[in-house]
């Protein structure tokens, strides 16, 4: 059973300028995400500077958005770590939380073996019954997660169901849907792609345009799933010249910029990220004006 199919956002973890969550704006970003058709919500993953968090922050905000959410959607706690111990420590007390499935990513700065990976997820699939997703983004981490890989886990684990390949390579991808004949959720990584991976499988996206623009990131997923190939592709073509302003930075400085002008969050980040460039800051805001949402 799939964890979710269509629009799930990447939710940004909103903050005060001193640094510290804020929960306020938090609930408000899950609300925002609840009445425009999102599908799921993960948190604390990349996008909502996981990295950045302490243990206890980390937890807690899982914990605050499951309170939140109150089973409208599913909720997918980003729980990887380079160390497998932390990474089975943060699986476990999210599903204590009561999240309803986790989203790991592959150990970074590490950088392990095909072997290695597969010993790391496996020990974390080990030690919960929750539905996981594999989250492979080699740019970030150093490591890329093969298809081979992807697809033994979720042959030898059941609770080891899909995979958010961010890697970017559609011809990887291709290998893989290949490779999983179905037997593996495969979910876009990456907002430019969100028709190309479906057209081979793919069960949507774990989106970070779908913050700013959560209907319309829906309504992507939905449009081809009701057989309105036309209709997703000319959506997917109209939102590219935001999904590269949201990318111009790295990611998540410019979609806290982006919030931060549509009024829904302060736009602060931890530190080693910073604010934007000026002439990235313009070259956002055009794009924003030019989708509709400024």
Request: with cysteine; aromatic share 6%; net charge negative.
């Amino acid at each position: 059973m799939s964890i979710f199919r269509g629009s799930g956002v990447a939710i940004v973890t909103p903050m005060h300028e001193d640094g510290a969550v804020d929960y306020e704006q938090f609930a408000e970003l899950i609300e925002f995400q609840a009445a425009n058709g999102t599908d799921a919500i993960i948190v604390c993953g990349t996008t909502g500077e996981a990295s950045t968090l302490t243990h206890e922050e980390h937890l807690d905000v899982i914990k605050y958005c499951v309170e939140t959410v109150a089973g409208r959607i599913p909720v997918v706690a980003g729980t990887g770590s380079n160390c497998t111990e932390t990474a089975v420590y943060l699986s476990k007390e999210a599903q204590s939380a009561g999240a309803d499935g986790l989203l790991l990513v592959s150990p970074y700065y590490n950088k392990a073996t095909q072997k290695g990976l597969y010993a790391h997820f496996r020990a974390v699939a080990e030690a919960v019954d929750l539905p996981i997703l594999l989250y492979n983004v080699p740019s970030r981490t150093g490591c890329n997660i093969l298809p081979e890989t992807v697809v033994k886990l979720c042959q030898d684990m059941e609770n080891i169901v899909g995979v958010k390949e961010a890697s970017g390579n559609i011809t990887q991808i291709a290998s893989l849907a290949a490779l999983a004949d179905g037997k593996v959720d495969i979910y876009s990584g990456n907002d430019d792609q969100i028709v190309p991976i479906m057209a081979l499988g793919g069960l949507g996206v774990i989106s970070v345009l779908a913050n700013v623009a959560p209907a319309q990131t829906h309504e992507i997923c939905q449009k081809f799933f009701d057989g309105d190939v036309e209709g997703s592709r000319r959506m997917q073509l109209e939102a590219i010249e935001l999904c590269q302003a949201l990318f111009c930075e790295v990611n998540p400085i410019p979609v806290k910029a982006a919030l931060n002008l549509m009024g829904k969050c302060s736009g602060a980040l931890r530190m080693p990220l910073t604010p934007m460039e000026p002439s990235n800051m313009q070259r956002l805001e055009n794009a924003m004006k030019a989708y509709g949402i400024l």
